[in-house]
């Protein structure tokens, strides 16, 4: 499948365009001094404890790179599922990918202990733990999607260019698998130690992914006057409400299945009822404004046909999925660890309490910084090199297929 | 099949390298404990460090174990209890249905299958020969993630700026540590300071340190009189540490 | 383009490889030269020279050893470094006590080398407080002993 769309670098000289540059390295430099602020005074500034071992920075981080599979999604479903009205956004969704793993990749090893020794991580393994596994898993993904990327920009490799989006879409589920299992096989705490992590993350990547592409797509369209057809943007809607419902459905048979056995009720209570902040998070964050109200947005007759309300519902699934994150990650290590079933338990060191936890700034700027990373990565790449096609008509992405004859309101 | 037998036989007798077993009868063997290491050279599986604690003899209101540890390995903290490092604690327990109560010291269970080794990127979490759980500060690079995977909740983060580390005991900022079992003391022939001072301080004897590969040791002996139990014996990790009488 | 892109950079690389050949420069000219103090036994468990090269060499592979392998009291020990070399410095507890940093640091700063093994290991030496000039004489043998058996066991 030869690709006949005409792929430019942006001007990028408005106003705009280096305003929202300039905003995003101040972003970033932002969440470097906060790196640095915890790194030399030590993790005890933080929000983090000996309780709540991972904090903001993981969440951040664990969406960042969830997502960034899931970003991947549109180029696959060109090259491997051969849909060639997805083609012309192939180069885009590629290149996502690589900039929203690379922030969240960022944010994790400037929250490490000992950042300095990132060398050591990167000579020393132990092949058994599914984080080593997983630094794998992450390089071997920007060297696969930068193959991939070549093989498309370049006309002489275009040929090779869909077994390169096989290997690299087989290479994102691995990676997603990877990414879930860090919980997913985490015996010691109730809220993780489930199979069902692994696939869940798959499926969330999928929405946060697609929610992340659609909101760069939509933004650069409208900076830079590509025409963005009804047709395609039809699509990617159906997409991600399918992605969404999806998303519901894995969470649903998470907490059923808890929810069956005895053993798992203290957690289940915990996260849905009493969990405070977290039960609050699960329900009007995860639930309603990340599945729900997206849903009613793009499902609805009345509110699917509108330009603004995809914008509208691909924010709320991001929005969604941070509060998603932050009630595994963070309740799941709140909620204490069942050394003693049938016996109430006291201690010096926090033993049968819920943990507190508040996120402290430094944390945060050094999330929102990973987000700033991977957009600036971006907006400096599709200014550098070809990534976006010049047109996104319906006439050019038309491809044979009884297209889609749903035209959007602003 | 006789490749099957052959295989297991094989393992079986690996197993048992560095015990000398003597036939005394058709059946009967006597196996003593060879020795632990060479001299100079590293430790070896022959010996399982253990712990037996029994809590029938612990009380509520003692943490001389506590306090000796602190004071034998420095990791004193900064009066910031949910950062501050905690290399055992005091763990006291009431029976949600008859109220009976317990207490009970929990520090690193020294498991023979561990999850913080399993899980860690970087080896930097590992099991000597001799069983005991360690941490090698020199290449944690501070993920944390054993913390995530210890159903103890046995291992503590370096929150801050160390000062006044005890020689045998290095601690810094950004690593995770967690009870050495005095790897010093024990390499030097000595027993933990937890055990030392229950007995000696505390005059309560709760605490027995030994070898678990050899039968006349101290720890195996009561092993063998009292019934021990594992906490969350469920995970199937063989913990180095048990307890009686919860 | 990137031809020359590349050339520069090697050239760059060029002249950072070659500045650090140059010798330093010379006495009177800035930085003045390190002299750690010298320990106080009779001879360290290598030659100096092998000493000044290698001995972040030696501390690495007896860490290995110690840390996974229980090998305590051998030949290279950052302990015995401590036993022999730490000197008072006003800076550390108002001097009370013996600590290596000031030998370590004398080099170290000179060369712009990171020293990071005192982030968690203590520099300060364990004397014993108040020896009699009796008892100080019999740690000081008793350290040579130590000595003389690690350099025999490293031999």
């Known amino acids: 499948m030869i690709d006949q769309t005409t792929y430019r670098p942006i001007e990028g000289r408005s106003t705009e365009y280096l305003t929202l540059v300039g905003w995003l390295g101040l972003m970033v430099l932002a969440a470097l001094g906060s790196a640095y602020y915890m790194e030399h005074n030590g993790h005890w500034v933080t929000g983090m404890s000996n309780q709540v071992i991972w904090g903001t920075p993981h969440v951040f981080a664990v969406f960042l790179i969830v997502a960034a599979s899931g970003a991947l999604n549109v180029a696959s479903i060109a090259s491997v599922f051969g849909k060639k009205a997805y083609k012309p956004l192939s180069r885009l969704s590629a290149l996502l990918a690589v900039a929203l793993l690379a922030g969240g990749l960022a944010v994790l090893v400037l ?212 509060c998603q994150m932050y009630v595994t990650i963070i309740a799941g290590q709140a909620f204490p660890l069942n050394m003693f079933p049938g016996y109430d338990v006291s201690s010096s060191f926090f033993d049968g309490v819920v943990a507190a936890y508040s996120p402290s700034l430094p944390e945060v700027v050094l999330g929102l910084g990973g987000m700033a990373l991977a957009m600036a990565i971006v907006a400096v790449a599709i200014k550098v090199l070809p990534f976006l096609p010049d047109d996104l008509s319906d006439k050019k992405a038309g491809d044979g297929e009884d297209a889609d004859a749903e035209v959007l309101g602003a | 099949m006789s490749t099957c037998t052959d295989t297991t036989r094989r393992r079986f007798l690996a197993g048992a390298a560095g ?228 | 383009m990137w031809r020359s892109t590349g050339f520069l950079s090697i050239l760059a690389l060029a002249m950072v490889l070659l500045a650090g050949a140059v010798p330093p420069a010379a006495a009177g000219d800035g930085v003045p030269l390190p002299h750690p103090a010298k320990g106080k036994g009779l001879q360290c468990v290598e030659p100096v020279d092998a000493m000044r090269r290698y001995h972040m060499k030696y501390l690495m592979h007896q860490r290995d050893d110690t840390v996974h392998g229980g090998i305590r009291g051998a030949k290279y020990s950052l302990q015995g470094c401590i036993d022999c070399h730490a000197v008072a410095d006003p800076k550390v507890m108002n001097g009370e006590k013996r600590t290596l940093k000031p030998f370590c640091g004398a080099c170290h700063e000179y060369a712009g080398v990171t020293l990071d093994c005192f982030q968690c290991h203590s520099p300060v030496a364990e004397d014993k407080p108040n020896l009699s000039q009796a008892d100080a004489q019999a740690v000081r043998e008793a350290h040579q002993q130590a000595l003389k058996s690690r350099i025999q066991q490293g031999n």
């Open chain 1, 111 to 322: 929250d490490l202990g000992r950042p300095d020794r990132l060398i050591v991580a990167m000579t020393t393994y132990n092949f058994k733990s599914i984080f080593a596994w997983n630094i794998y898993l992450y390089t071997g993904f920007f060297v696969i999607v930068a193959v991939y990327l070549w093989m498309m920009m370049e006309r002489r490799m275009q040929k090779y260019s869909s077994t390169a989006g096989l290997v690299a879409f087989v290479w994102r589920l691995i990676l997603t698998t990877g990414t879930g299992s860090i919980f997913g096989f985490l015996v010691a705490r109730q809220a993780y130690d489930a199979a069902i992590l692994a696939p869940t993350f798959i499926v969330l990547s999928f929405a946060y992914g697609l929610a992340i592409f659609l909101l760069v797509i939509m933004t650069v369209c409208r900076g830079t006057g590509i025409c963005l057809g009804d047709a395609l943007l039809v699509r990617l809607r159906n997409l991600l409400r399918l992605f969404v419902v999806s998303s519901l459905y894995f969470v649903a048979v998470y907490h059923l299945t808890n929810l069956y056995g005895t053993e798992n009720h203290g957690v289940e209570k915990f996260l849905l009822v009493s969990g405070g902040i977290y039960t609050g998070l699960f329900w009007v964050g995860q639930v309603i404004v990340g599945y729900l109200v997206p849903m009613g947005l793009l499902y609805h007759p009345a509110t699917r046909g509108s330009r603004t309300n995809i914008v509208l519902a691909s924010v709320l699934v991001i929005v969604g999925g941070l």
């Open chain 2, 19 to 246: 015990l000398a077993a003597t036939t005394l009868a058709p059946g009967v063997m006597l196996i003593t404990a060879g020795p632990a290491r060479a001299a100079g050279g590293p430790v070896t599986n022959a010996r399982r460090w253990g712990l037996l604690i029994d809590t029938t003899k612990c009380d509520a209101g003692c943490d001389d174990c506590v306090v000796a540890c602190r004071t034998e390995n420095g990791w004193q903290g900064h009066d910031r209890p949910a950062t501050d490092s905690q290399w055992i604690r005091k763990v006291d327990l009431t029976d949600q249905v008859t109220g009976a109560k317990t207490s009970l010291p929990v520090m690193c269970q020294h498991c023979e299958t561990p999850p913080c080794v399993d899980v860690c990127p970087t080896g930097a979490s590992f099991k000597r020969a001799d069983g005991i759980v360690l941490v090698d500060k020199h290449i944690c690079i501070g993920c944390r993630y054993c913390m995530m995977a210890c159903p103890y909740k046995a291992r503590s983060f370096v929150h801050e700026t160390t000062h006044g580390q005890k020689p045998h005991a290095p601690r810094g900022k950004g690593t995770v540590e967690a009870c050495t079992l005095c790897v010093h003391r024990v390499d030097a022939g000595g027993t933990p300071a937890c055990v030392e001072a229950c007995a000696e301080k505390a005059g309560r004897e709760a605490m027995v340190f030994g070898d678990l590969n050899d039968p006349n040791s101290d720890i195996s002996k009561v092993a063998g009189r009292l019934v021990a139990t594992r906490i969350r014996a469920d995970l199937g990790l063989n913990q180095g540490v048990l307890y009686h009488g919860f």
